[in-house]
């Protein structure tokens, strides 16, 4: 069945740090969206991408979508505190519904 | 704007006990979607109701668990008898439309621990 792979799994870093976490999935994909959820939360949305190689950016956040939407890419420049939790991709199982299969997740916490 | 709701945000029961989730989506959303997230994990869908049609219960086991949401607003998810293994992370979430498009917003979830 359909798969979405994120990795790494766990990425720590301290403050000021850029950090980056890869999704990967097995099917072409009509969009891609991320989530964040901070520890003891729940997710919440952050960006949809719908583009072949679109790039989007909010802040220090930039979100890519590779040419293929195959894959997607999370990179935060110069973290922060507040960037600790777990960031998710998620992509719809099929090109007309809104069921969506999540990654792993990748787990980011930043030391001070 | 409310977020959605759920309650209650933590329920501890012994396996073989019955329990029941409840979620109030945000006001206007057609679509409710719960959710099973295990620690370390993503969601996992678990049931999708396009207004009062459950769409997609695909994922939902039926020997334990069942849903609904009358008048396709509030809805309840109920397990009954819990196993230990079901001890997770229950989420609601709710958006305008089922479209692939649609954003969705997740409540605070329900944390179940079966002893």
């Known amino acids: 069945g359909q798969q979405v792979m994120q990795i790494p799994q766990y990425q720590h870093v301290q403050e000021g740090e850029d950090f980056t976490t890869y999704c990967n999935s097995s099917t072409t994909l009509s969009n891609i969206q991320w989530y964040k959820q901070r520890p003891g939360g729940h997710p919440v949305f952050l960006i949809q991408?719908?583009?072949?190689?679109e790039v989007k950016k909010q802040k220090r956040l930039t979100f890519q979508f590779g040419e293929a939407k195959k894959n997607s890419s999370l990179h935060i420049t110069a973290t922060q505190t507040t960037d600790v939790g777990t960031y998710f991709c998620a992509g719809p199982v099929s090109s007309n519904t809104g069921k969506l299969i999540f990654g792993q997740g990748t787990t980011l916490q930043v030391k001070p | 704007e409310a977020g959605v709701v759920q309650s209650p945000r933590y329920k501890i029961i012994e396996k073989k006990q019955p329990v029941a989730f409840w979620c109030n989506p945000i006001?206007?959303?057609?679509?409710l979607y719960w959710y099973l997230q295990n620690l370390g994990q993503g969601p996992e869908l678990l049931i999708r109701y396009e207004n009062e049609e459950a769409v997609d219960d695909s994922q939902l086991p039926k020997d334990r668990f069942s849903a609904e949401r009358l008048k396709g607003v509030d809805s309840t998810l109920k397990i009954q008898p819990a196993e230990l293994g079901d001890s997770a992370v229950y989420l609601c979430?709710?958006?305008?439309?089922?479209?692939?498009?649609?954003?969705?917003?997740f409540g605070p979830g329900t944390r179940l621990t079966v002893l």
């Open positions: 006001s206007g959303h057609n679509t």
């Open positions: 979430a709710s958006s305008l439309s089922g479209l692939r498009a649609d954003t969705q917003y």
């Open positions: 991408l719908v583009k072949s190689g």
